[in-house]
């Protein structure tokens, strides 16, 4: 069964500085992968997706990930933290002969000022 | 456009009373989706409907109903509620399963007590 694991319940980094959360999936076969944000007491929104194009993908708010089949990954990351980044991020995985999200139990970013 | 709408916001149940969420969206799409968000779990999908007409079970469907009344409602209903459904519940959509970019409603905060 497809599994997904993200490294760190919490992350703190300091305004400026880089963000990286970190993701990896089991799948058997290269899977759609998706990171969604959720900010405090809101539903989540698609930050970006990964489905077989480019591997490295850039989403919204200047996040981007890059998927890594050797190391079946699919890390977040930001140049420089905003105040505004701090939320909930969770990594999804969706093989593709699969209707279902299996997601990651979310990374709470946290940044200081 | 209002895109996913959930009612109720907040909701306190008694162990065995019922209830229904509601849940619609305007963007028309065939499918749509329920979610459970518990903390440290990440989201786990209760039920899904691919396309009007259809129900699927997920991967916590247990103690849970739903209906598809058209393209653009899915109801979830709780028969006989219990502690074990505290949850924060999401509602979402999207045009297709697998790659496609779910859009989530605001959630529904229940407490059974």
């Known amino acids: 069964a497809q599994s997904v694991t993200q490294l760190g319940s919490h992350v703190s980094v300091s305004e400026g500085a880089l963000v990286l959360l970190r993701c990896n999936y089991s799948s058997s076969v290269p899977p759609y992968l998706f990171w969604y944000v959720q900010y405090p007491n809101q539903g989540l929104q698609l930050l970006l997706k990964y489905t077989s194009a480019a591997t490295l993908v850039k989403g919204i708010n200047g996040f981007e990930a890059e998927f890594k089949k050797s190391e079946t990954s699919f890390h977040l990351t930001k140049p420089s933290a905003h105040m505004s980044d701090a939320a909930e991020y969770f990594c999804?995985?969706?093989?593709?002969?699969?209707?279902?999200?299996?997601w990651g139990a979310g990374t709470k970013l946290i940044i200081k000022p | 456009n209002a895109g996913v709408t959930q009612t109720p916001k907040f909701q306190v149940l008694k162990t065995g009373q019922s209830m229904t969420l509601q849940c619609a969206q305007d963007?028309?799409?065939?499918?749509m989706y329920w979610y459970r968000q518990d903390p440290g779990m990440g989201l786990r999908l209760i039920y899904y409907?691919?396309?009007?007409?259809?129900?699927d079970k997920g991967e916590v469907p247990n103690g849970y109903n739903v209906s598809r009344l058209n393209k653009r409602e899915f109801s979830l209903r709780l028969e006989s509620a219990a502690p074990s459904q505290t949850s924060v519940y999401f509602c979402?959509?999207?045009?297709?399963?697998?790659?496609?970019?779910?859009?989530f409603g605001p959630g529904t905060r229940l407490t059974v007590t």
């Open positions: 409907s691919a396309s009007e007409g259809t129900t």
């Open positions: 963007m028309n799409h065939n499918s």
């Open positions: 999804a995985v969706s093989d593709r002969s699969n209707y279902q999200l299996i």
């Open positions: 979402a959509s999207s045009d297709g399963l697998a790659a496609y970019e779910q859009y």
